[in-house]
């Protein structure tokens, strides 16, 4: 315990140590068990009622713990502020087991009646402060960088040296991790937003003091605070390791596997299947998305997708007869799925259907129902317009009753289709201004109504998975972000995945064409959508967030086309994380079949171990060699893939120790040097990859 300060309360582990104090400036402190170092977290300040209130206890109750189903901890701790006792502050931490990651929530409660202000016309809020004096190295990590070269998000870690201390410089995050020689400590937020367009961000001070505090739209000028709306941060994290950044990035990726959220389903590692693959190539011939979307094709692709190893199978856009009311198109599905899903059923595998949450056809009952929650921008109400070739619909905003609502449709659909994968796509950070909804009054400014919807979004879709999910715990939601504008971050993480890249940049980002145009005679505008490796040269990009998330989080879909090499190239990437397939199954011969399904089956063995492995990465996409390593410390199983495009003869040695038990294709030789680990001698006669699996075999 640091030195003057008054305990209230003790929590932990065996690896973190929360203790929660009742003077002077210091609300909690966070430390490693037997650390060095002592976070002090001073008081959060707010802006009420025109003065800021520093949110100083004296006095705390402490509640009962609540236990969540991923076997996480829930300590509250709540009491009266010092300079106005009819507000309460609530402290919420969630613990897990074995990890020093710790999640934080404010709240304020009270029996007045109060207003959030903004005096000065901008946010007035700190969350949190702590002193980095005693490090000497600090770093933002940023987790939503739109790269146009890829066409895709990128991870970002930046240095910070004393001048911007010096500078009062400020960065967006969400992630700040500082450091010594013994120790690594990280501080962040959940939410999500493309960068630059900060909402929360990080202030440094000539003091060397850090402060995460409010950027934009937090909350909107003269918000009520009463007994019937309490205030409500978004969760922050806190969390430390001994040793080098490796360690605390190996302890955040367990987190974001197993802690960061209870709907745990979205975290294990099935092989999907998307058909937008199938559909584009469709328009392409005929002109059309839905020319294939029938039930002979899907049973058929059903079949076949069984054979390669596929364990979700999706139907993408078109198989609805009306957004909004979501309910089977019978003319391409007579039976409303049925044989679909008794086939899935039969072969253990599960279905996954195309949702956009935002939309409603004109003539649904969901928009019928929901009227006043269409969305308006700058006074206009949202115009028709057709989806996929479906009928035309108008958007409506989660971030009003509306929400509930569709949460409470798809857990019907769910229930009348037995659904388990939910795709969302199409929902855009920015739409919507209206006066009348949970973001802002007429006695706010549109641009604020609308910051204050882009804030809430990722607020409000987290909380339709969580509804769902407590009744459906089964259903995966991945959402869409190939597209810049959409809501990246940590806080759709802590309900779902994310579908983080398709078909890669557009002839557009090249300057290649005009936009909208293609080279192409089919009109196709993107680039990578043929059998080789360059497809998996920007697929693969995204494979540099694993160091902090789990890449099976960020779904990708690969190509299954023929030749052989294309399939060793484009099995070799998705087994390393993104899981995803596509193309037309139909065209696939049965050898290339047969192929998948022995390479997968391989896979399946150890795919819990790739899972839960930090990624060993050496070389940049599309170099030669280009060396993957997913293996497991505790068991050594798991994979090593290799990718060139230069012929020749190419050596590695593993990082990690490894099972003896192997599994290779053709031209790698493996011996063992005297610690266990892996010696891999490849020859390529031509560009391709080497897959090569540890603790597993045909």
């Given at each position: 315990m640091a030195e003057g300060l008054s305990q209230a309360g003790k929590i932990g582990n065996n690896l973190c140590e929360i203790a929660v104090h009742n003077s002077n400036s210091t609300l909690w402190t966070y430390q490693l068990a037997e650390g060095q170092n002592t976070l002090s977290m001073q008081v959060p300040v707010f802006e009420i009622d025109g003065r800021k209130v520093a949110a100083k206890v004296s006095v705390f109750d402490k509640k009962p713990d609540i236990h969540l189903t991923n076997g996480v901890q829930e300590y509250t701790f709540e009491g009266p502020i010092v300079s106005d006792p009819s507000i309460k502050l609530s402290?919420?931490?969630?613990?897990?087991?074995?990890?020093?990651?710790?999640?934080f929530q404010y709240a304020l409660h009270t029996t007045g009646?109060?207003?959030?202000?903004?005096?000065?016309?901008?946010?007035?809020?700190?969350?949190?402060?702590?002193?980095?004096?005693?490090?000497?190295?600090?770093?933002?990590?940023?987790?939503?960088?739109?790269?146009?070269?890829?066409?895709?998000?990128?991870?970002?870690?930046?240095?910070?040296?004393?001048?911007?201390?010096?500078?009062?410089?400020?960065?967006?995050?969400?992630?700040?991790?500082?450091?010594?020689?013994?120790?690594?400590?990280?501080?962040?937020?959940?939410?999500?937003?493309?960068?630059?367009?900060?909402?929360?961000?990080?202030?440094?001070?000539?003091?060397?003091?850090?402060?995460l505090q409010a950027a934009k739209s937090n909350y909107v000028n003269n918000q009520p605070l009463n007994h019937q709306q309490a205030y409500e941060t978004l969760w922050f994290e806190i969390g430390g390791a001994k040793g080098d950044q490796s360690a605390l990035q190996k302890h955040y990726r367990n987190f974001m596997l197993r802690y960061i959220t209870e709907n745990l389903e979205s975290r294990k590692p099935y092989i999907f299947y998307n058909s937008w693959g199938r559909q584009e190539r469709d328009r392409d011939v005929s002109g059309s998305y839905l020319s294939s979307m029938n039930m002979a094709t899907t049973l058929k692709e059903i079949?076949?997708?069984?054979?390669?190893?596929?364990?979700?199978?999706?139907?993408?856009?078109?198989?609805?007869?009306?957004?909004?009311?979501?309910?089977?198109?019978?003319?391409?599905?007579?039976?409303?799925?049925?044989?679909?899903?008794?086939?899935?059923?039969?072969?253990?595998?599960?279905?996954?259907?195309?949702?956009?949450?935002?939309?409603?056809?004109?003539?649904?009952?969901?928009?019928?129902?929901?009227r006043s929650s269409v969305m308006s921008w700058k006074g206009e109400k949202s115009k028709p317009k057709l989806i996929w070739e479906t009928k035309e619909s108008v958007d409506l905003c989660l971030v009003s009753q509306y929400w509930e609502a569709y949460a409470d449709k798809l857990i019907e659909t769910i229930k009348k289709l037995g659904i388990t994968y939910i795709y969302w796509d199409g929902v855009g950070s920015y739409g919507c201004d209206d006066p009348h909804h949970f973001h802002g009054t007429t006695d706010n400014s549109e641009e604020e109504r609308a910051g204050s919807y882009a804030f809430q979004l990722p607020i409000y879709m987290s909380k339709v998975i969580d509804k769902v999910c407590k009744t459906y715990p089964h259903t995966i939601f991945d959402f869409d972000v190939t597209e810049k504008g959409r809501t990246v971050g940590l806080q759709f993480l802590s309900s779902g995945k994310f579908f983080f890249i398709n078909n890669g940049p557009y002839y557009s980002n090249y300057d290649l064409a005009a936009e909208g145009k293609s080279p192409l005679k089919n009109g196709n505008t993107n680039i990578f959508v043929n059998p080789g490796p360059a497809r998996g040269w920007?697929?693969?990009?995204?494979?540099?967030?694993?160091?902090?998330?789990?890449?099976?989080?960020?779904?990708?879909?690969?190509?299954?086309?023929?030749?052989?090499?294309?399939?060793?190239?484009?099995?070799?990437?998705?087994?390393?994380?993104?899981?995803?397939?596509?193309?037309?199954?139909?065209?696939?011969?049965?050898?290339?079949?047969?192929?998948?399904?022995?390479?997968?089956?391989?896979?399946?063995?150890?795919k819990n171990d790739i899972t839960e492995s930090s990624l060993v990465r050496q070389g940049e996409t599309g170099t030669s060699p280009e060396?993957?390593?997913?293996?497991?410390?505790?068991?050594?199983?798991?994979?090593?893939?290799?990718?060139?495009?230069?012929?020749?003869?190419?050596?590695?040695?593993?990082?990690?120790?490894?099972?003896?038990?192997?599994?290779?294709?053709?031209?790698?030789?493996?011996?063992?040097?005297?610690?266990?680990?892996?010696?891999?001698?490849?020859?390529?006669?031509?560009?391709?990859?080497?897959?090569i699996f540890f603790g597993a075999k045909k």
């Open positions: 402290i919420l931490f969630r613990v897990s087991p074995g990890n020093p990651i710790v999640r009646n109060h207003r959030l202000t903004k005096t000065s016309g901008k946010d007035n809020f700190t969350y949190c402060s702590t002193s980095l004096k005693k490090f000497n190295s600090i770093k933002e990590i940023r987790f939503s960088e739109f790269n146009e070269k890829y066409h895709a998000y990128l991870l970002h870690e930046e240095a910070l040296d004393n001048r911007y201390f010096e500078d009062d410089f400020s960065a967006m995050g969400p992630m700040i991790v500082f450091s010594d020689p013994k120790e690594q400590f990280l501080l962040a937020y959940e939410h999500g937003s493309q960068l630059p367009d900060r909402f929360l961000e990080f202030q440094f001070h000539p003091s060397h003091d850090l402060s079949d076949i997708a069984k054979k390669m190893g596929v364990d979700i199978f999706e139907i993408d856009a078109g198989w609805f007869s009306k957004t909004g009311d979501w309910d089977v198109n019978t003319s391409f599905f007579p039976d409303t799925l049925k044989q679909v899903k008794a086939k899935l059923d039969d072969y253990g595998m599960k279905l996954g259907l195309w949702f956009n949450p935002t939309v409603a056809a004109i003539d649904s009952k969901l928009l019928t129902a929901n920007f697929a693969r990009s995204v494979l540099n967030y694993d160091q902090w998330i789990p890449s099976i989080l960020l779904f990708a879909p690969y190509m299954s086309d023929e030749p052989r090499n294309s399939q060793t190239i484009n099995i070799a990437s998705l087994i390393l994380g993104a899981n995803g397939l596509w193309g037309e199954l139909m065209k696939v011969s049965p050898k290339g079949i047969a192929y998948f399904n022995e390479v997968l089956g391989v896979y399946k063995q150890v060396i993957y390593e997913k293996i497991n410390e505790r068991t050594g199983k798991g994979v090593m893939v290799v990718f060139a495009t230069i012929p020749g003869k190419y050596t590695y040695v593993s990082e990690n120790k490894v099972a003896k038990d192997t599994w290779k294709n053709e031209g790698v030789e493996v011996s063992f040097d005297a610690k266990g680990r892996a010696v891999l001698q490849m020859t390529f006669d031509t560009g391709g990859a080497k897959i």
